[in-house]
């Protein structure tokens, strides 16, 4: 078997596993830092129990997030060791500088803010939780800080023999565009996914009746404009991303709109069949100009297609396919924008449901609230998948190709490729079903065990 | 200082601050089935590292991203390399981290018993893979004139990485045990100071015979030199001290001395490394080196400047957690987890 295909298939494992619990970690570490400081400037002991409550959920998910985050840092290594020989003179930075800054923080008060609630002040205790919350984005932001240098190379130079890129200034590194459109849109979607589970999770209490009701209707109120900003915010960064990536990697814009040929105003799809060999539709609704408001703010402007742009890669680099998988493209970002956008409606609705206080819930719409936590898990995830297959061939943009980056075959071969696969995949489908099992179970218990 | 030698030493006291740290919750770990006889036995054992573990793992994710930075060559070759001893690590961690989790959050006994067995062996297999890897970093392994790694699996564990790994699955076990001491009370904590007296024996024993096999196999010696200083001779003279701290019921001391026994052996093997930091055994010339290993100037001295702002101050609020939580943990008395 090939080998990149399955080194491909392991990263796309456990790194989309591992960020199934990753933006709920970040969500979640501000939203019981902001009940715990209710909790401290109020004395209401409801926010006392609901910080247990959450907490609870909270540390259930964020041991497995920890666990394979391990795996990530180490798979550079041993999946794409030619990879890190040519970017660790960059990319090894904001990677050690996470675990410095942000692992050890997020960590160290995570042990103090479990184990120290009887020996430490309340602020003192609150101040605790706030730090794990700054600790966990923090990671966010330098991960991403790397991950833009695979997107959008900034403040670096070929080495002499070309082996690999070596920085030259690391505040472009840190103040790469790149990072400050991709952060944002990471943060703001870990408060929306935080805040639909708080959504779904206090309806579903309201409406059993359940014991502690009046603090469920108080999680309901923090969730729902909890998730209401994130969702204004994850929108509005995912627009400037998007206006962003068509400078940087216009390729994926055309891919992900399955835009074949170049047009000027171009057309939005709102659904394409097409036909990845010929490159063109087989079939096709597009809304005219739409693109080209998306892409400029304006009905004018042109949006380069496929074809176009492959011509102008082969000028530029040289033979070969430039063109990602455009299936995966197009529809991991309608299913990310269509998510949005719903998350956006339902988002209104609770925020027009919770203005007037009004808490019954017919049963349809307690079914949607509650549904509706899964839409950020569908966003987050079919947007990294687009962040990442859209730049494909590339593993670091117009540097190296993602098949010259894997272990030599030699070194890490298909047996041990599918060994360990199997391995992750055992592993993981074993902690999801302890993941979720723990989760259902807690959810479900309500403030039980609080006090 | 040379920025190369500077990021070799300080890699090295990463791994040296992982072995200390995360040696004694790795020790409690393994103990744990045994030293607990009932569900609040091993409720207080494990709180004993419950608040310390996860950020004593981070030298760990630490050392490796310093490598990555500091060293990209050596951070490829290893971890490619050393593919199957990692996946084996890597399955270990992940068992052992959701474990500390999850256990407490179901009552079931069979739900306690696995997870409980998940930490024995999430402890114990990382303890016993970190000396395979010391041993070959040192000893050699089949690296070619590419920096490809040119073995297989077995190359990795010959009998000599085995005895080095051994020696640190008993070492951590007392260190562990030794930790115990020092912060349970009562019936446990007599328990936990027989089985350190117990440990001390076999963790010596495995220590000389890998002292002894080291200069068969190795050119530590020949390095070090006919004074080799006082990093390795207080390494084996704390560990020797260690049975009679305990005896006169010096839990601190001992502890200490465990801790000067980790951290000074791991010194010890990273001096006679240097300026290697991946010995090849096809060939001395294709040695992976802090010299042609390493990343640009440029970058090892962004890497210097974060590293003196930010280690002062994780060193300081970490130690200001261990300062919180210095209290032994009684088993009769409430675990609030």
Redesign the interface.
């Known amino acids: 078997m090939d080998i990149v295909f399955l080194a491909r298939l392991q990263f796309a494992l456990t790194s989309v596993f591992h960020f199934f619990f990753v933006p709920l970690t970040l969500g979640l570490s501000i939203f019981t830092a902001i009940l715990e400081t209710a909790w401290v400037r109020t004395g209401n002991r409801k926010y006392l129990q609901l910080v247990q409550f959450w907490g ?1 959920i909270f ?2 998910n ?3 997030g ?3 985050g ?2 990530m ?2 798979q ?4 794409w ?2 990879y ?2 040519f ?7 904001p ?7 942000a ?3 997020e ?6 803010w ?7 002040p309340k602020a003192v205790h609150a101040a605790s939780i706030w730090l794990v919350a700054l600790g966990s984005n923090l990671s966010a932001l330098w991960i991403l800080v790397a991950n833009s240098f695979m997107q959008a190379p900034v403040g670096f130079r070929m080495a002499a023999d070309g082996s ?1 890129a ?3 200034d ?1 505040a472009a590194l840190l103040f790469n565009p790149n990072v400050w459109k991709q952060f944002p849109h990471v943060l703001a979607g870990g408060i929306v996914t935080a805040g639909f589970l708080v959504i779904a999770l206090s309806t579903w209490h309201i409406m059993k009746g359940s014991k502690g009701r009046e603090a469920f209707v108080i999680s309901m109120k923090f969730g729902t404009i909890y998730a209401f900003i994130g969702t204004v915010l994850v929108t509005l960064a995912g627009h400037t991303q998007m206006q962003h990536i068509m400078k940087t990697q216009p390729m994926k814009v055309a891919a992900a709109e399955a835009l074949w040929e170049t047009e000027n105003p171009a057309s939005f799809s709102l659904f394409t069949i097409g036909d990845e060999e010929k490159l063109e539709d087989l079939y096709s609704i597009r809304i005219p100009r739409l693109l080209s408001f998306l892409a400029y703010n304006s009905f004018e402007g042109e949006v380069k297609g496929i074809r176009q742009l492959q011509a102008e890669y082969e000028a530029q680099y040289g033979p070969g396919d430039y063109v990602p998988s455009v299936i995966t493209a197009y529809w991991s970002f309608r299913l990310m924008v269509g998510a949005g956008t719903l998350m956006l409606l339902v988002s209104l609705l609770a925020l027009w449901k919770v203005s007037r206080d009004d808490y019954r819930f017919p049963p349809l719409l307690g079914a949607l609230f509650f549904w509706s936590m899964l839409l950020p898990w569908i966003a987050n995830s079919t947007g990294w998948i687009l962040a990442e297959m859209g730049r494909q061939p590339w593993i670091v943009f117009g540097l190296l190709k993602t098949e010259q980056a894997v ?2 075959a ?3 071969g298909p047996g ?1 490729l599918v ?2 696969i199997a ?1 992750f995949t055992a ?1 993981y489908l074993l ?1 999801a079903a ?2 979720l ?2 989760i259902r ?2 959810a479900a218990l309500g403030l039980e065990g609080t006090e | 200082m040379e920025l190369q030698a500077l990021w070799f030493i300080l890699v090295a006291v990463l791994f040296t601050g992982f072995f200390f740290l995360e040696g004694f919750d790795f020790g409690v770990g393994i103990l744990l089935p045994f030293m607990g006889k009932d569900d609040r036995e091993r409720r207080a054992v494990i ?1 004993t590292i ?3 573990w ?2 004593n ?2 030298w760990l ?2 050392a ?10 050596w ?7 050393f ?2 001893a ?2 084996l690590m ?2 270990a ?3 052992r ?2 474990a ?3 256990r407490s ?2 009552d079931r006994p069979s739900w306690r018993n696995f997870w409980d067995w998940s930490i024995f062996l999430g402890s114990a297999l990382p303890a016993l893979l970190w000396g395979v890897a010391m041993a070959n970093f040192i000893r050699g392994v089949p690296v070619d004139a590419s ?4 073995g297989g699996f077995w190359n990795l564990l010959n009998p000599y990485a085995l005895a080095c790994g051994l020696a640190s699955l008993s070492i951590f076990t007392l260190h562990g045990a030794v930790f115990l001491t020092l912060k349970t009370t009562g019936e446990m904590r007599e328990r936990a100071m027989a089985t350190a007296k117990t440990l001390w024996t076999p963790a010596v024993l495995l220590s000389m015979l890998f002292m002894a096999y080291t200069y068969v196999e190795t050119d530590l010696y020949q390095r070090l030199g006919i004074n080799p200083g006082i990093v390795p001779v207080f390494s084996v003279l704390a560990l020797f001290s260690v049975r009679t701290l305990l005896r006169r019921n010096a839990s601190g001391w001992a502890f200490a001395m465990t801790g000067v026994a980790i951290a000074f052996s791991t010194a010890t093997i990273f001096m006679g490394l240097y300026p290697r930091v991946l010995v090849s055994s096809l060939n001395p010339e294709w040695s992976l080196t802090v010299q042609n290993a390493s ?2 100037p ?2 090892l001295s ?2 210097t400047t ?2 003196l702002i ?2 002062p101050l ?1 060193l300081l ?2 130690g200001w ?1 261990y300062w ?2 210095r209290q032994r943990v009684a088993v009769d008395a409430h675990h ?2």
Not at chain 1, 107 to 112: A, D, E, R, Y
Not at chain 1, 114 to 120: A, K, P, W
Not at chain 2, 75 to 81: I, K, M, Q, V
């Open positions: 609870r540390l259930i964020f041991a497995v920890v666990v394979t391990i795996v840092e180490f550079f290594g041993m999946n060791s030619e890190s020989r970017v660790g003179d960059i990319f090894g930075v990677l050690a500088i996470e675990a410095l800054l692992f050890f923080m960590s160290t008060f995570l042990g103090i479990i184990f120290g609630r009887d020996r430490l690999r070596e920085m030259t690391f272990t030599p030699s070194v890490v041990e060994l360990s391995l592993l902690l302890a993941d099992f723990l179970k807690y | 709180n419950g608040p310390f996860d950020g793992e981070v994710v630490t490796g991203g310093a490598m990555f930075a500091a060293f990209p060559h951070y490829a070759t290893l971890f490619s390399g593919y199957p990692l996946l890597l399955a961690l992940i068992m981290g959701v500390f989790e999850f959050k179901h920096m490809n790694y040119a990343s640009s440029y970058t962004i890497m974060v590293a930010f280690v994780v609020y970490q957690s919180v939580f609030e987890y």
